[in-house]
C-alpha cells in the first residue's frame, strides 16, 4: 500500500504544482511506474476545476465560471500540458528536420504556431464547455481530464521515446513500465465518462482512438517517437475532442 502512495505522490509531484511531502524520494523507475495514475491526476485536476465551476456559477455567469474553471485547472498543473502543445505546435510547425524540431521545442520563448495553437485550443475549449447544460459541467470536467490523459498512456505503451540527447530537455518524464499500470491508468481514465451518456462513449472513444494513432503514425514519422512535448499535446487535443463529441451528442 506504502509503495502505491509513493508512486500516486510521485505523479502528483510530476504532473501538477500540489505540493507533496518533502521526504518523497525520485527515481526513474519509480517516474514511469508512476505513469499508471497519470489519469487519475485527471481527476484532481479536473476536479478542482469542477470545483470552481460550482461554487462560481452560482453568483457568476457560466462562461466567466467555465473561463475561471479552466484556468485553475491551468495553474493546478502549472500549464504543464499548456506548455508541451505550444512547444510541440512550434516545433512540428516550423521545422523541417527532426534536429530542427528538437531545437525549437528545445527553446523557451513561444512562436507563431505555438501562439495561434494555444488561442484556438483554449477558446474552442472553452466555448464547447461553456454550451453545454451547466448541470453537467462539473462532470464533464473531471470526465474530459481523466479521458485524455488516457491517450498519452497509450502512446507510452505502444511507441518509444525519442531522444535528442544534445538538444532534448532534461526534465524527465515517464516510459513503459509494466503492463499492470497501463491496465489500471485506462480503467481510471475511463471510468468517470462511465457516469455521462453512453452515446458520448460511443462516439468519443473511436475518434480518439483513430486520432491518436494518426498522432502516433506522424510524430514516428517526423522525430522517430514521442517526446514529453508530444505527449502534453496530445492530451490537450483529445480533451477538446472530448468536449466537441459530447457537444455533438447532447
Not at 511506474?33 to 457560466?62: C, D, E, K, M
Amino acid at each position: 500500500m506504502m509503495n502505491q502512495i509513493n508512486l500516486f505522490l510521485t505523479a502528483l509531484m510530476f504532473y501538477t504544482r500540489i505540493p507533496v511531502p518533502r521526504s518523497l524520494a525520485f527515481s526513474n523507475e519509480r517516474l514511469n511506474r508512476s505513469t499508471r495514475y497519470f489519469t487519475f491526476i485527471g481527476w484532481i485536476v479536473g476536479g478542482i476545476g469542477a470545483a470552481v465551476f460550482y461554487g462560481l456559477n452560482y453568483i457568476l455567469t457560466v462562461e466567466v465560471a467555465v473561463f475561471l474553471s479552466m484556468l485553475a485547472t491551468v495553474f493546478a498543473t502549472g500549464s504543464f500540458h499548456e506548455d508541451g502543445f505550444a512547444d510541440f505546435c512550434d516545433g512540428f510547425g516550423g521545422g523541417y528536420t527532426r534536429e530542427k524540431i528538437f531545437t525549437i521545442m528545445k527553446d523557451s520563448r513561444i512562436g507563431t504556431y505555438g501562439t495561434v495553437g494555444l488561442i484556438g485550443m483554449l477558446g474552442t475549449r472553452f466555448l464547447a464547455l461553456q454550451a453545454l447544460p451547466a448541470l453537467f459541467i462539473p462532470l464533464v470536467l473531471v470526465a474530459g481530464h481523466a479521458f485524455s490523459r488516457t491517450m498519452p498512456v497509450i502512446i507510452i505503451f505502444t511507441s518509444w521515446y525519442s531522444r535528442e540527447d544534445e538538444l532534448s530537455k532534461t526534465k524527465p518524464i515517464g516510459k513503459k513500465s509494466k503492463n499492470s499500470d497501463l491496465i489500471v491508468a485506462l480503467i481510471l481514465g475511463l471510468l468517470p465518462a462511465a457516469f455521462l451518456p453512453w452515446q458520448l462513449m460511443a462516439a468519443a472513444l473511436p475518434i480518439a482512438l483513430f486520432i491518436t494513432f494518426l498522432f502516433k503514425k506522424y510524430i514516428e514519422r517526423k522525430i522517430g517517437g514521442y517526446t514529453g512535448d508530444c505527449l502534453g499535446a496530445l492530451q490537450q487535443i483529445i480533451e477538446v475532442v472530448f468536449y466537441l463529441t459530447l457537444l455533438g451528442v447532447s
